[in-house]
């Protein structure tokens, strides 16, 4: 079995990188990190590993959206459009307040799509796999995949593109369930 | 949102959505602190490593038999990723997936291009959550049913057949379930003959269409924790003591049963019990609907408790021959999902409420209205373009782009575009509608109005848990209110049914049920 420094000098970045632009949280990131090589660690003691990078992006991304779907789901569902905590990503100098409330936004809008989909949208847009690398990791057709990420993208543009007039009646504590 | 000019962009797929590329953007952007120190995450892993020894059993022993169903289904060359034994377990992807969407006999959606998927799944998902909840209004034991209760403690499987008998007619079916949270019902609706069946450790659903080999995958978690069973075989358990009245002999089927009376709330029947088995031979459940002409009575009979059961017959798999065409989200169903239905109806019959609104029929309904129903003697060419129109208006599509996909032998983007969103639509509502029906209160009041009338009550409900009511006025709005409007009387509304919590209705004592099988074609 890979030696766990070795393991984190060659791969460290691209895990750390991964779970810390999801969750923007440094406590929350680092738990992921070290879960997540915990994880593929066990995986290589039965069997080898054919590719670590990719095991561990998908270890990664899976851990990462755990956690977010934790983060977002812990308070009742607040407002239309508004995310439930305060984003802990910390203060940069040169992002514009909408940058951040963006985030806030995506963050949330990444919380709410079906496990599947997040993961294969965001190993094929942030982490550049192609769909047959999704297909292979996430043990699903290449069809199949690019299904789920084109779901994903449209679910997150539904989430995330401003309001109908239709939807801004909507009673906000209805998605409470009426309280 | 400043979506207008996103820096990201993915070389392989240029032409995301700029709402998705600013979000992508947004994540890119942000500024990485450095990682953990190595040697100090290093140490933490070695320990981890060394204090827990490894294992590769990443099964379930508890539902070996149905997780051993999935793991034998996996695709040929599945790799070490799925051996993970520490990540949340996931739904396993079955051979016959979604990829065969491409593959839809020709006549599917050919013009009427959501309603044969949706129709169906909607009918079912509501009325599987119809039967979820409709027991859990009664709750806790009396010493009366102490013996029955006991009894059922020890059950591990059920299979029984069911009517449900209500305004829109009479629907039979078949049930099965098993522990820890396996269900299936097998029924005829309205829509036509479904299968549903739902794993409840999995979260996840799955209805069947034979008629159509279409099978229709779901995921159903985040049910009101009131109305959410950890086990199916708790909802029987739950008819207990505290509400159930011993009323004597009487007979069934030619012999002597126990006649348990049920009152709590405005949820009435009686459970008729083998005193040999201490067992149910029949469960009659009559809850008032919303429109107050007469109550919803579900039957349950012919039981057969701790019957081998075969657990293949709950597998969330896609048969061989299935479809799968489309991935449904019923996660969290609310109240704003019936705002939304009505707004997908008024918006295909420019402006008119639904005569009928409940969870038996909106399947069957929206069915009715995608043929047509409301466009009188149009054309069937003048049809499909008033029709095409409004569902590019609700689902903010160009109508021409609408028209074409429509058009397309492949149906994968009819599916994705059209038939995906408005069949959410429609089952998330059709689940909600089932929650408030047979949990809650409910009541449609909206025969008649049209979109805009902003005095008019159309709906209201209230689940248990709520404070208020919440009541949906003719522009969609919602307001809350301590106490339920009045309902305008319906002009030719008959007198209310005999049935009151103070008064429970004269039951016969020999149902009038089929004797024989459920008539139910095979799968």
Redesign the interface.
């Known amino acids: 079995m890979l ?3 070795t393991l ?2 060659n791969h ?2 691209a ?3 991964t779970v ?3 969750l ?1 949280d ?1 406590d929350d990131a ?1 738990d992921c ?3 997540t ?3 593929a ?3 290589a ?6 590719s670590w990078p990719a ?1 561990l992006k ?2 990664a991304t ?2 990462a959206m ?1 956690r977010l779907r934790e983060r977002y789901a812990k308070p009742a ?1 607040a407002a239309l459009g508004e995310a439930p905590l305060p984003d802990p ?2 203060a ?1 100098p040169g ?1 514009r307040l ?2 951040h ?3 806030h ?2 963050r949330a ?1 990444m919380a709410e799509l ?4 997040a993961e294969a949208f965001w190993l ?3 982490e ?1 796999m ?1 769909p047959d690398q999704i297909a ?6 290449a ?2 995949a690019r ?1 789920l990420v ?2 994903a ?2 679910a ?3 989430r ?3 309001a ?1 007039p ?1 939807s801004t ?3 906000p ?7 | ?3 207008n000019h996103p820096r ?1 962009s ?1 070389p ?2 240029p032409q ?2 700029p ?2 590329a ?3 953007d ?8 450095g ?2 120190d ?2 100090q ?2 140490a ?3 320990q ?2 060394a204090d827990a020894a ?1 294992t ?1 059993n990443h099964h379930n022993n508890h539902h070996n038999n149905h997780h051993n169903n999935h793991a034998s289904r ?2 040929v060359g ?11 377990p ?4 079955p051979e016959t ?3 065969d ?2 593959e839809l006999p020709s006549p599917f959606l050919a013009k009427r291009f959501v309603m044969r998927v949706v129709t169906p799944l909607a009918a079912a998902a509501a009325v599987a959550v119809a039967f979820l909840v409709f027991f859990n209004p009664v709750v806790p034991a009396t010493p009366a049913f102490a013996q029955v209760a006991q009894r059922l403690q020890q059950v591990q499987t059920v299979t029984w057949k069911m009517s449900v008998e209500a305004d829109q007619g009479v629907f039979e079916g078949a049930g099965e379930a098993a522990n820890p949270g396996f269900l299936r019902q097998d029924i005829n609706l309205p829509g036509g003959h479904v299968i549903n069946i739902i794993d409840f450790t999995q979260d996840r659903m799955i209805t069947l269409v034979p008629a159509q080999n279409l099978a229709l995958e779901a ?1 159903l978690g985040g049910l ?1 924790e009131s109305q959410r069973p950890q086990n199916f075989l708790d909802e029987f358990k739950n008819i207990d003591e505290q509400h159930a009245t011993f009323a004597g002999e009487e007979a069934y089927q030619g012999r002597a049963v126990l006649r348990y009376d049920i009152l709590r709330g405005d949820t009435t029947g009686r459970v008729l019990v083998d005193p040999d088995t201490q067992l149910p031979v029949l469960i009659e459940m009559s809850t008032p609907t919303a429109e107050p002409t007469s109550p919803t009575t579900v039957t349950m009979y012919d039981f057969a408790w701790d019957a081998p059961l075969d657990m293949a017959r709950f597998d969330l798999g896609v048969p061989e021959g299935y479809t799968s065409p489309i ?1 449904m ?1 019923f996660d ?1 169903p ?3 999902d019936i ?1 939304e239905a009505l ?1 997908l109806w008024t918006t295909m019959t420019d402006g008119e409420f639904p005569d009928e609104f409940n969870t038996w029929t909106l399947g069957s309904e929206f069915e009715a209205l995608m043929k047509g129903g409301k466009l009188g003697d149009a054309t069937p060419e003048e049809r499909d373009r008033i029709l095409q129109q409004r569902v590019a208006d609700y689902l ?1 599509l160009d109508v021409e782009l609408v028209r074409e996909i429509n058009e397309d032998e492949d149906k ?1 983007r009819a599916m ?2 059209l038939a ?2 408005i069949g959410n639509t429609l089952g998330r509502a059709g689940t909600f509608l089932g929650i408030v029906q047979n949990a809650g209160e409910f009541a449609y009041t909206g025969a008649g109005a049209k979109l805009g009338e902003e005095d008019r009550v159309i709906c209201w ?3 248990p ?6 009541v949906v006025f003719g ?6 209110a301590p106490e339920p409007p009045e309902a305008p009387v319906p002009p030719t509304a008959p007198e209310p049914p005999a049935v009151t919590p103070e008064a429970p209705r004269d039951m016969p004592s020999e149902p009038t049920l089929p004797t024989g099988p459920a008539a139910l074609p095979a799968e």
């Not at chain 1, 003691?45 to 054919?50: G, H, K, N, P």
């Not at chain 1, 079906?114 to 989909?117: D, G, K, L, S």
């Not at chain 1, 292979?136 to 057709?141: A, Y």
């Not at chain 2, 947004?26 to 602190?33: C, G, V």
Request: hydrophobic residues 35%; glycine residues 4%; without cysteine.
């Open positions: 030696d766990p420094q984190l000098q460290g970045d895990v750390w990188r810390f632009r999801l923007g440094h680092h990190y070290q879960d090589f915990l994880a660690l066990r995986i003691q039965s069997e080898e590993v054919r095991l998908r270890i899976r851990r755990d569902p990503a910390p940069h992002r909408e940058s409330e963006q985030l936004q995506a809008a079906p496990e599947r989909q094929r847009h942030m550049q192609s292979e990791h996430m043990n699903v057709s069809a199949n299904q084109h779901r993208a449209q997150l543009r539904d995330l593109a401003p109908s239709a009646r909507f009673n504590a209805l998605t409470g369930g009426a309280q | 949102m400043t979506p990201f993915n392989q797929d995301l959505d709402v998705v600013g979000a992508l947004a994540f890119q952007a942000q500024a990485i602190p990682r953990p190595d040697p995450v290093a933490a892993l070695h981890q490593l490894p590769n996996k695709r599945a790799t070490h990723a799925e051996h993970d034994p520490t990540p949340k996931e739904t396993m992807e997936g979604a990829e969407a491409r995921s009101p991935e989200n969290n609310t109240g704003q705002v707004l903010n994968t994705e575009m995906e969103p409900f209230k689940l848990e709520d404070e208020q009511y919440t522009d969609l709005r919602t307001e809350l």
